[in-house]
């Protein structure tokens, strides 16, 4: 027998990426690869990209220049771009940088055995197609390797809300969404595997329907597999937050207290130029209702600030949006103009305008963040314990709420949900001690 070929593959992006990467990965196994944590000594390297600020796509370009040595030393490597850069920019990465083999969008990854036999004879390959052929329809089954206890499960892709920022609706294309029995067949998958918890995931993935009950209907027939212990997914889009999802959040064990839940903006009149289709008061009744099904739900968010037109008095509803909600988690972004959507016509915020706004809001997110982590001192929560800890004896986990723990505990906690209590909170964890 041969031996295998080595694939690195590098992921750039959202949660989607790193389960898209799994799965290319699974795929090129057929072709005798196994993954590798190096890209020195591979066969095969493979960036998988994200496109959806202008810094994450140009990064691209500049890890693939560092690849030119290891190319010079080893003509037979191959350099393959996925991803959301791959699909927006796929013809012109072959052009600007002739060290690329191989092109692949993420609807077409299924197709990479058949591309990597392409580029094994010489040639070159590129697939940004939004094929007829589902790629889940081929890649059926997961790898019977045992894994971690959490693991990603992409059950929705694509966006037909168009944002006026957002380069999703043309990257990952319409909304799809995968059939119920294929993900729960999946999820048992993992399970046997070794996972506890599940994070479905979708660019927007509380419009689910691929079962009769939406994401709710989902998530309860997932819960009744056994072995799995906590369920969440991300990320949501406060139009799709059905009542149905909502009481899932009041009476689903399994489901996590933490929700994801994007506002961009606290400015009616940005909103609407966003194309958002919600206002800051529906979005402030909607985690009213959430509350009330679930008073210590964990809040997330992401925000835009610098948006085209945002004047100082819409960045204050922003504040003000954040003081009104608390989030335990957030994250925040400088607008970034990206080509072919309707925002990238208008004109610019000056950028020292941008950055302090920012500045603004990432101390008010930050303080709301800390405020939430004390809170849970004294707290008895539940931690899913993944790995040890830096120091002798200690293992690290993730509570219900999503926070990171520390806590002294024997190697046998691992893979297990266990009681702990939090005796004090640092900047971006907590500690706790076992009690069962
Ligand atoms: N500029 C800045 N942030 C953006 N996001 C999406 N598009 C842009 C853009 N053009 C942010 C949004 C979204 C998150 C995934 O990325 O906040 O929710
Ligand atoms: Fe992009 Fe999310 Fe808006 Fe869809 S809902 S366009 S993915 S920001």
Known sequence: MSAPKKLYIKTYGCQ????????????????????????????????????IREKAAEKVYSELGRYKGLKADNPDLKIGVAGCVAQAEGAEIMRRQPLVDLVVGPQSYHRLPAMEQTVRSGAKALDTDFPEDDKFDTLTTRSKAKRGPTAFLTVQEGCDKFCAFCVVPYTRGAEVSRPADRVLREARELVDAGVAEITLLGQNVNAYHGHDGGLAGLIRDLAGIDGLERIRFTTSHPNDMDDALIAAHGDCEKLMPYLHLPVQSGSDRILKAMNRKHTAESYLRLIERIRAARPDILLSGDFIVGFPGETEADFDDTMALIEAVEYGQAYSFKYSTRPGTPAAEKPQLPEDVVTDRLHRLQALLGTQQQAVQARMVGQEVGVLFEKPGREAGQMIGKSDHLHAVYAAAPAGVLGQVRRVRITRSSPNSLAGELIN
Not at 21 to 45: C, F, H, K, N, W
Request: charged letters at 20%; aromatic letters at 6%; glycine letters at 8%.
């Open 16 to 51: 989607m990426n790193v389960y898209d990467s799994e799965r290319m990965v699974e795929a090129l196994g057929g072709q005798g690869y196994v993954e590798t944590q190096s890209p020195d000594d591979a066969d095969m390297i493979l960036l998988n990209t994200c496109h």
